[in-house]
C-alpha cells in the first residue's frame, strides 16, 4: 500500500480498540518471568558454551603480540577466537569502528578477542589468562581541546542559512550569545548486550537483543561474508534499548563466531563495564546559540551551531535539528561540526539530536526572554510559526505549541511563578519554577506484516517490529483488532523475527507509527479476501463482533476459514510537501538546598501534541519514562573521561548515576487531543522520544528561578551552584 495522500476516514476511526487504554498485552509474560530474553532460549539451542569478551586496554594503537596458549589450556576452555583465527570477515554498514579489533585498536574496550568454555565462570577466568601487548599511539580524547581546529561543517551536512544571519545580528536591538556543553552518556539499559548463536550447516540463528531486526541481519551477513538468507535472527523481548541496540554490535557476532568454531551454540552477555567503551553513547557536544530580536520581543536571527567528537565513520549529533522549525525568524544559521576522536563510538540514544539540542536551546530562549524582560511562556508563544521558516509555503501537517505551552502554564500555576529568581523560599530550600518547549520531528518508515485469519475467528500478526518495552505488542493487537472487527483478545502478535516482513523496528520515535501502519495495510488486503471469499463488497463491508456486515446481511468471520494476506505500508512525499514534529510544553518545580545545593525535582508535567495517541495507558508510560531520563541528563548523567588514556572511568551502574524511584516526583502528562492524517492511516505520530526533548532545560531553567544561578554545563551538580548561592545568614 502507497501512502500518498492524506488519510481519509477508514476503519481506525471507529476507535473501537485504538485509541484506548489497554494493559500490555505482553505483561503477564514479563511479571511472571517467563519471557526469553536473548541470553535464555535454552530450550531451542541447548547444550549452550559460553563466550567471555576480552577488551582492548588502550584506545588507540596496535597489539604486537597476543598469547592465548594459556587461556586454551584452562579448564573448560572449548575455543579462543581473535581477529586472527576469526576468518575473513567484513563490516557492516551501521558500525563505524570494527567488532573485532586487531592488530589495529580504535577505541577503549574494543573486543579483541571471546573465549568460549563449558561454564561463564571458566570462560571468565580463561579470559584473564590472554597475555597482549600493545604499542600505545597519542590520541584525542578531549572535545574541548579539539574544537577550535574544527571550523568547516562535514561533507554530509553542510551549514543551512536562511536570509543574512550575520547583519541582522549585529544590528538587532537586543541580542545574545552563549555557549553551552553536554557530557556524553550512555544508555544503561537494564538488559544488557546479550546474544545467542547456533548454526546448521552453513545458516545461523541469532538470538539476540536488538531494536531493528533488518538492520541486524544485514549487516551480520555481510560481516561474516553470507547471503543475508542464511541469517536467522529472533528478537522477541529486550529488556531496554533507547538507541544503543539499534545496531549489530560485537555481542551478536562474538556469539556467532564462537559457534561456529565449536559448532555448538554459544551464548555471549557483554559485562557492564565493557558496555559503555564497547558499544556506543551519546557523544559530548559543545553548543553556541545567538539570538537576536527587535524591543518587542520578536526573533530577527537565530543560529546554533553545535560540536561533537567521534571515531572516524561515526556520525554527527545532529543537536541542530530543532532550531530550524521551532521558532519564527527570518534570517537563520544552523551547522555541525565533527572532531575526530578515538573514544568509543558515538551514536544514537533516546531522541538524538534533538535531546542535547533541546538541552541548549530552551536554556538560551530563557535567557533571551529575561534579558528582553518577558515571561519565558509569552516570548515562545510570540515567536510561534505555523510554516516551516527555511520554506514558508511548506505547513506544518499540525503544531499545537502553542496550546501545549497555554494548558501547561494553566495546568502547573505558572501565574503564581516569581518570575525574580531566588526569591522563593520554604525552609532551607530555595523553590523556582521553570519551563520549556518540546520538539520531535516526526519519521516514518516503510514497514510490512503478514496477518493470518483462523477458522475460529482469531487473527494472528506477524512482524519484524520490536518490542523494547515500548508497548508494541499491545498497539499492534489494537490495530489488528480494530480493522478485522475481532476482540482484543482474539489477536496473538508475533514480532522480532527477520523470518516475518519487515518493519520499521523501534527507533527514532518512527516504530508505533509506521509498524501500526504496516499493520493496517495487511489488514486491508486481508479485509478484502475475506469479503471477496464471503460475497461482499470490501469498500463498504464492515467487520465488527466477528463478523462481516453490509446492508441486512451478515456473516461470521469463522465461515471464511483460513485466510492470510501480506503488505507493506510505503510512504510518499508527504514529509517535503509538509513539516511533521511533534511538541510539547515542559514545566518543573525544583527545590534547591540553600547550604548544600542538593537539587530536588517536586513536580513534572508534559503537554503533549503528538498525533492521534494509539493507546493513553502505554504512551503515558512512554513519556514519564522519557521524563525521567531528562531528569537523569540534567543533574547526574555523565560518562568522565580520562583524557590521558581515553576510556570512560564510570563504565558500570556503580559509578554512573542514573534516576531511582526517591529522585522520581509526580509526574503527570497530558495529551492534546490531535489527529493528523498527514503522517499515517493511523494518523498518528511518536511520543516516546518527544518525552524527554526540552526536560533537562526545563529543570535548569527552573534552578536559575530558584537559585540565581545559572549553569550552562551538564549535568547541573552542586558544585556549580554552590559558588553562587545566597550566603547564609
Not at 514529509?575 to 518543573?588: L, R
Request: charged share 20%; with cysteine.
Amino acid at each position: 500500500m502507497k501512502f500518498e495522500n492524506p488519510a481519509q476516514d477508514n476503519p481506525i476511526d471507529q476507535l473501537r480498540v485504538v485509541g484506548r487504554a489497554h494493559d500490555r498485552i505482553d505483561g503477564p509474560l514479563k511479571t511472571t518471568g517467563t519471557a526469553p530474553y536473548a541470553y535464555e532460549w535454552h530450550d531451542e539451542a541447548p547444550n549452550a558454551a559460553y563466550g567471555y569478551v576480552v577488551g582492548s586496554a588502550i584506545a588507540k594503537g596496535r597489539i604486537t603480540s597476543m598469547n592465548v596458549q594459556a587461556a586454551k589450556k584452562a579448564p573448560g576452555v572449548l575455543a579462543v577466537i581473535t581477529a586472527e583465527n576469526a576468518g575473513k570477515l567484513g563490516k557492516g554498514e551501521k558500525n563505524a569502528a570494527t567488532l573485532l579489533g586487531g592488530p589495529k585498536i580504535e577505541h577503549y574496550h574494543q573486543a579483541i578477542a571471546v573465549v568460549v568454555a563449558e561454564t561463564f565462570e571458566q570462560a571468565r577466568a580463561a579470559a584473564e589468562l590472554v597475555q597482549v601487548e600493545y604499542q600505545r599511539e597519542r590520541g584525542a580524547y578531549d572535545l574541548a581541546e579539539e574544537k577550535p581546529a574544527v571550523t568547516t561543517p562535514p561533507e554530509d551536512t553542510p551549514d543551512k542559512k536562511v536570509g543574512e544571519f550575520d547583519s541582522a545580528f549585529a544590528s538587532a536591538a537586543v541580542n545574545f550569545d552563549a555557549t553551552y556543553t553536554t557530557p556524553d552518556q550512555s544508555h544503561m539499559a537494564m538488559e544488557p548486550h546479550a546474544s545467542m548463536a547456533a548454526w546448521e550447516g552453513d545458516k545461523l540463528t541469532l538470538w539476540t537483543s536488538n531494536q531493528m531486526i533488518n538492520w541486524c541481519q544485514t549487516d551480520l551477513a555481510k560481516t561474516l561474508n553470507i547471503p543475508e538468507e542464511n541469517v536467522h535472527v529472533r528478537s522477541p523481548y529486550i529488556g531496554g534499548g533507547f538507541g544503543g541496540k539499534l545496531f549489530l554490535r560485537s555481542d551478536a557476532l562474538l556469539a556467532a563466531l564462537g559457534a561456529r568454531a565449536i559448532k555448538r551454540p554459544v551464548k555471549v552477555m557483554l559485562t557492564r563495564p565493557l558496555i559503555p567503551n564497547n558499544t556506543t553513547h551519546r557523544p559530548a557536544t559543545i553548543q553556541r546559540v545567538r539570538i537576536g530580536a527587535d524591543k518587542e520581543g520578536k526573533i530577527t536571527a537565530i543560529a546554533h551551531e553545535s560540536w561533537n567528537g567521534n571515531v572516524p565513520g561515526g556520525p554527527t549529533e545532529t543537536a541542530t535539528n530543532q532550531t530550524e522549525f521551532l521558532y519564527a525568524g527570518a534570517n537563520r544559521l544552523t551547522g555541525l561540526r565533527l572532531a575526530k576522536l578515538d573514544l568509543p563510538e558515538g551514536n544514537a540514544m533516546r531522541a538524538p539530536g534533538e535531546a542535547p539540542g533541546m538541552m541548549v536551546l530552551e536554556i538560551a530562549i530563557d535567557e533571551m526572554a529575561e534579558k528582553l524582560g518577558m515571561d519565558p511562556v509569552a516570548f515562545r508563544i510570540l515567536n510561534d510559526t505555523q510554516v516551516d521558516p527555511a520554506d514558508p509555503q511548506r505547513k506544518f501537517s499540525q503544531r499545537q505549541l502553542v496550546e501545549c505551552l497555554r494548558q501547561g502554564a494553566e495546568h502547573f500555576g505558572w501565574s503564581q511563578r516569581n518570575p525574580k529568581p531566588g526569591q522563593v523560599r520554604e525552609g532551607r530550600w530555595l523553590v523556582g519554577m521553570g519551563m520549556a518547549a518540546g520538539f520531535r520531528n516526526n519519521l516514518v518508515m516503510k514497514s510490512g506484516a503478514r496477518v493470518h485469519l483462523d477458522p475460529q475467528g482469531g487473527v494472528t500478526v506477524e512482524t519484524d517490529m520490536t518490542d523494547i518495552g515500548t508497548g508494541s505488542y499491545t498497539i499492534i493487537a489494537q490495530t489488528a483488532a480494530e480493522m478485522m472487527g475481532v476482540p482484543l483478545d482474539k489477536v496473538v502478535v508475533k514480532l522480532g523475527d527477520s523470518a516475518f516482513p519487515v518493519s520499521a523496528g523501534s527507533g527514532g520515535q518512527w516504530g508505533a507509527n509506521s509498524s501500526t501502519a504496516g499493520v493496517y495495510a495487511a489488514c486491508v488486503k486481508l479485509r478484502e479476501a475475506v469479503a471477496n471469499k464471503l460475497g461482499f463488497n470490501p469498500d463498504t463491508a464492515e467487520f465488527a463482533e466477528g463478523q462481516i456486515r453490509e446492508g441486512d446481511r451478515s456473516v461470521a468471520l469463522t465461515d471464511a476459514g483460513a485466510l492470510s494476506a501480506e503488505d507493506s505500508i510505503e510512504f510518499g512525499d508527504l514529509d517535503k510537501k509538509y513539516q511533521q514534529s511533534t511538541f510539547a510544553g515542559h514545566f518543573i518545580e525544583v527545590g534547591v538546598d540553600r547550604a548544600t545545593g542538593e537539587v530536588r525535582v517536586r513536580r513534572m508535567l508534559a503537554v503533549c501534541a503528538a498525533g492521534r495517541i494509539l493507546n493513553p495507558k502505554t504512551a503515558r508510560s512512554q513519556v514519564i519514562g522519557a521524563m525521567t531520563m531528562g531528569l537523569g541528563a540534567a543533574l547526574m548523567e555523565e560518562l568522565a573521561i580520562d583524557t590521558r588514556l581515553g576510556y570512560f572511568v564510570n563504565h558500570d551502574m556503580a559509578a554512573y548515576e542514573v534516576p531511582v524511584h526517591a529522585d522520581v516526583p509526580r509526574q503527570e502528562v497530558i495529551f492534546l487531543d490531535e489527529t493528523d492524517p498527514i503522517s499515517s492511516p493511523m494518523k498518528a505520530k511518536g511520543v516516546g522520544e518527544l518525552g524527554i526533548c526540552g526536560v533537562s532545560a526545563a529543570i535548569a531553567n527552573a534552578i536559575y528561578n530558584a537559585t540565581g544561578v545559572r549553569v550552562r554545563d551538564y549535568p547541573i551538580t552542586l558544585d556549580k551552584l554552590l559558588k553562587g548561592l545566597p550566603e547564609l545568614v
